[in-house]
DNA sequence: TTCGGTAATGGAAGCGGTTCCACCACGAAA
DNA sequence: TTTCGTGGTGGAACCGCTTCCATTACCGAA
């Protein structure tokens, strides 16, 4: 047998004794074939070890049926989710699909790049990840079928939430609840162009918390709002800040379930209890979210994912999406780290307790936790303050 | 202009006034093209919007550099962690990178089906997912490339890590802080075929947790091994059974750190304090271990990924890839979740609590966290013992 | 002037399929 | 017997590139 180089379709069609529409036809299932051929070529395939090349049938049938989707920061939770929901519609749909997981803004040029030069993918879903004009206007040249998740792209079929209105509605519960000093905790956003896709997630819902807290005739602190880079480490750090304050909050606001996560510790390292003395609500509802029992605005992220699927899909089909942007529901979802605020509060005790907890804080940053020496075992004395998940009846 | 069908190279050669070949060489930046030509060729190019077909290319070049990964429930952090490496170590190799999220055995049969009955993509990498003999025997027949991550393959490369040293060593851990009542809580197996494959990292970290018991020359309590389906909330309810017997653990080694979310949920429920009274052991280190300070076993995710890549990137370039069995270390990393036992215990008042915690946790898993009412704004009952991150100093 | 040698270029021959059209039997209808 | 379908089948043309070989133009050396 020679073997040298794999066997194509005109081995088998030769090896069999018939000619290639025939094998072509035994590979994929047409009808007319007689019985006694098609188990003939399908044994000669066998031996042969004949595996028909997707790229060549590809090319010539004009249909490749791949996808791509571009990601930041795949680590992410939310990221995930909506990644794992697009995943399930394009599988379903018999397209492969090809994550580009774009770490730097660096990276997602390079990516979009790779994807608008040349032609890979019948059509591209973006998530969560805003691109500069002249990408859009590449893209837009090279009509690549395109749709974006959580991020608004002009002519772009997109779906997304209401952000400013999740932001309102996570105050409005606070306010609600009685809280009339509110913190806000979220992301600092380094531009990297004038252009103007501007707003954030995390900044429409500082606007609307900012919205909320007018609506309620309250006067805005400006000290009470704190942005630092994403991270459950810098929420903490941000925390400590606001929790160190002469009139510190009774509740935070935060744009993330990751940033609650750190919001939460720093109130512990603190000792303040939550929801007791501090209320927190958080945004996204993050399976964990769930299991620790955060108060926070519920996203359908698994959804928008399978919605941003569908919508390319549709695309492909060649029918119309509309409405072009598509906008999911937002819901409160009460759990136990926020209730009203404990009547009163002494001053003096409050500060002295923020104190220390910054010089703890302090302690705990400089040395991070996971660059450790490799022994077998190893006593991590960062991270002092013990962590512990708490639920309390 | 005709725009009826997209343009090929052979348009632009026309529009230009030049050879296929020329354009060719233009769009692949070969050298020996006139600077006069070139500019001329890229002009046209733009102005007919042509874009290189990546799919003709790579037929007539021969290789098409994309590979496959195939994962088990995408959403889990271990995974996602995994998966990440892998990405950045292919796109730095310019590999196009399909996922496949194979969340039943089902799914993950069809992709394997998928991948070895056409040549789709040049090699494949199996995460955490065990394949059932015929399949492999496929994937052997079809000479796939294929590499191994989290997952024993006979004949295939592998990255994995001895889950039995590491069940042993959260044990030793645990013994060596004068513990003599451990339990473990882990994932109950449903064997699909009776097929070989055998041991899931969960078993393997029993029989670890097994040997160490043995060697400190303690008894083995069956009473004190809890399996149930992967999950918090499951790992919950087993933790709930386990605190609740007559002589409870006073502490506890879980097979994952989702799993020690669960166990430390059921702990608060239940009013033990941890680590004071019971200490905790998870296994992983994802992300969030860091942040909660649980005491786990370290393994390196996200440099798994990268060894499969690059392995597989090896083996496609022709490379022997020795030794085909890589082991990757673990080390114990102690944070705030294990300590000491406490002196005495009582067990009388242990018992009340425990009979409490049960009938709350009862009527706990009747109704689950996320199908709730679509309002503006619902309060959850469910869930109702208020969980919250907790750090102690 | 003749003759390599070289840089730039044109274009045919693949790459491995799909598809369409021509063709062949063969049985039923005329 | 002739005439049509009609189910099976063979194979050329084509999908859009890369690649290699042939060709041309030009230049310095003999």
Sequence with gaps: MRNSRRATISDVAAASGVGVGTVSRVI??????????????LKVIDQLGYRPSHLAAALSRGT?????????????????????????????????????????????????ARLTSKDRTDGVIIMSLPISQPQLAAVRR?????????????GVPHTVIDDTAGGRLATEHLLSLGHKRIGFVGDLVRR????????????????????ALAAAGLAQCQSLVRLGPYGAA??????????????????????????????LAAADRMGLRVP?????????????????????????LEQSGVEGARRLSALLRGEQVTPLRQVLDLQVVQRNTSTHPRPARQAGSGRAVAAEGIAAAERHYR????????????ASGHRAGLAQLRRRT
């Design 28 to 41: 994929n299932g047409a009808s007319n074939v007689r019985q006694a051929t098609r188990v003939h070529v």
């Design 64 to 112: 490749q049926r791949s996808v791509a989707i571009v990601v930041p920061h795949l680590t992410r939770p939310s990221v995930v989710e909506r990644l794992a929901g697009a995943l399930a519609v394009l599988d379903a749909e018999g397209y492969d699909t090809v994550v580009c997981n774009a770490d730097s803004p660096a990276r997602r040029d390079s990516f979009l």
């Design 142 to 154: 090279a009509s690549i079928p395109l749709v974006a998740v959580d991020v608004t792209l002009r």
């Design 192 to 211: 990297m162009t004038k252009s103007t896709f501007g707003f954030t997630a995390s900044e429409r819902r500082l606007a609307g918390y900012r919205h």
């Design 234 to 263: 810098n929420a903490e750090a941000l925390t400590t800040e606001l929790l160190a304050l002469p009139e510190p909050p009774t509740a935070i606001f935060t744009s993330s379930d990751t940033q609650a996560m750190g919001v």
């Design 276 to 300: 007791d003395e501090l209320s927190v609500v958080g945004f996204d509802d993050i399976e964990l979210a769930a299991l620790i029992g955060l108060t926070t605005v519920r996203q359908p």
């Design 367 to 378: 040395a991070d936790g996971r660059g450790m020496p490799r022994a077998g075992c190893v």
